[in-house]
């Protein structure tokens, strides 16, 4: 929990003239960091969008998944995110986006966040899920990864590489591991 990143209800901000503004510098609950989260969050009621700006840095310890050796990583994000305030996602019929006057541009439906109404929006959540977003599902310490530790073989490292490349179904997660060692 970072301290002064309150929930402010929905209503609060519509009927408030100027952006809240969150400052942010502590240590989130569910996702830890080496140093503490910083940056700012901005929240502005836009007619029927909700935007949110965040500026947030953080250096996270990460297990790299092939050497096992830990390593420090810069996480952090510069985005600017609308968010539709409504109850529910409309009805996919494209001629009910249309009426809604200030989308200024259309968006498939699954890559809108719609918030409620009458619900609050969390700072806190936000910079959590958007950190997540940032965290590779495989961590690679890097260009100079000395390998896996337990399958140094010449031998056995031919099979990780033939195995890859053969298999065309592959999980695309492991694309960046993929890419490595290609
Ligand atoms: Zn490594």
Redesign the pocket.
């Known amino acids: 929990m970072i301290a002064g990143l309150d929930p402010i209800p929905i209503q609060e901000l519509r009927i408030s003239s100027c952006p809240k503004v969150w400052l942010v510098d502590g240590y989130l609950d569910d996702l830890q960091s080496l140093t503490p989260i910083r940056g700012e969050v901005t929240a502005e009621h836009q007619g029927d969008m909700l935007s949110v700006k965040g500026d947030i840095e953080t250096v996270v310890n990460l297990s ?1 998944d ?2 096992l ?1 830990s ?1 420090n990583q810069q996480l952090g994000f510069t985005e600017q995110e609308l968010i539709w305030i409504r109850e529910t996602y409309p009805n996919p019929n494209p001629k009910g986006i249309t009426s809604f006057k200030e989308l200024r541009f259309t968006l498939p439906d699954s890559m809108v966040e719609i918030i409620d109404p009458s619900k609050e929006f969390d700072p806190e959540r936000w910079i959590f899920e958007h950190l997540n977003l940032r965290l590779e599902p495989i961590n ?3 260009s100079n ?2 390998g896996p530790t337990n399958l140094s073989s010449p031998k056995a490292n031919q099979n990780i590489k033939h195995t890859s490349h053969s298999s065309e179904n592959f999980d695309p997660r492991w694309s960046t591991l993929k890419k490595l060692i290609a």
Do not use: E, S
Request: charged share 10%; with cysteine; proline share 10%.
């Open positions: 790299c092939r050497c050796n390593f690679l310490c890097g990864c000395p």
